[in-house]
T-cell receptor
Framework: SAVISQKPSRDICQRGTSLTIQCQVDSQVTMMFWYRQQPGQSLTLIATANQGSEATYESGFVIDKFPISRPNLTFSTLTVSNMSPEDSSIYLC??????????FGPGTRLLVL | DAKTTQPTSMDCAEGRAANLPCNHSTISGNEYVYWYRQIHSQGPQYIIHGLKNNETNEMASLIITEDRKSSTLILPHATLRDTAVYYCIVRQLSNTGKLIFGQGTTLQVKP
């Protein structure tokens, strides 16, 4: 398994500002993912972040709005840029371990006013 | 990845077995069935996965039909802490196989 931590655990932000969410894993992993869960909804995949290459974004998500960094095999950041109230969600980091099972972090709860 | 169909909600009495069904009639030969659950907006928790044989671990059992078009997750003795949204997902077992979540089944365990 993998132990995943995220910072911050929650935040309240003003519209028009940006927030960077950090994801730290206790072991080296090749693939990391970022998901969004809007209130009352299921999880939606934002992008896949592999170390050493640019992130691959899913339909409906763009790099200008959700820039991602992946500087090494244990860390990634997701930035939510120029936020609006519609960005209020839980943002989750996820990784695939060597055993091919995918694990999730505790999530970052974001409220945009 | 193949699509799955699950009931929107189910109830179960505490101490009884909870049987959660999932249909995945378009599953292909290299796709596995994964189950996750999400308790009260925490991060999803991995439960179990299987290809075609029945699987059991400390959390649950997974029964996959012979034609692989459906499966059932069994929680043998449900407790109040098992109240959660349960997701059945079909995924290729490769580094590129992404987990795509549907709406899941909300299981309510009642005293």
């Amino acid at each position: 398994s993998a132990v995943i931590s995220q910072k911050p655990s929650r935040d309240i932000c003003q519209r028009g500002t940006s927030l960077t969410i950090q994801c730290q894993v206790d072991s080296q992993v090749t693939m990391m993912f970022w998901y969004r869960q809007q209130p009352g909804q299921s999880l939606t995949l934002i992008a896949t972040a592999n170390q050493g290459s640019e992130a691959t974004y899913e339909s409906g998500f763009v790099i200008d709005k959700f820039p991602i960094s992946r500087p090494n095999l244990t860390f990634s950041t997701l930035t939510v840029s120029n936020m609006s109230p519609e960005d209020s969600s839980i943002y989750l980091c996820s990784v695939i371990t060597g055993g091919k099972t995918q694990y999730f972090g505790p999530g970052t709860r974001l409220l945009v006013l | 990845d193949a699509k799955t169909t699950q009931p929107t909600s189910m109830d179960c009495a505490e101490g009884r077995a909870a049987n959660l069904p999932c249909n995945h009639s378009t599953i292909s030969g290299n796709e596995y069935v994964y189950w996750y659950r999400q308790i009260h907006s925490q991060g999803p928790q991995y439960i179990i996965h299987g290809l075609k044989n029945n699987e059991t671990n400390e959390m649950a059992s997974l029964i996959i039909t012979e034609d692989r078009k459906s499966s059932t997750l069994i929680l043998p003795h449900a407790t109040l802490r098992d109240t959660a949204v349960y997701y059945c997902i079909v995924r290729q077992l490769s580094n590129t196989g992404k987990l795509i979540f549907g709406q899941g089944t909300t299981l309510q365990v009642k005293p």
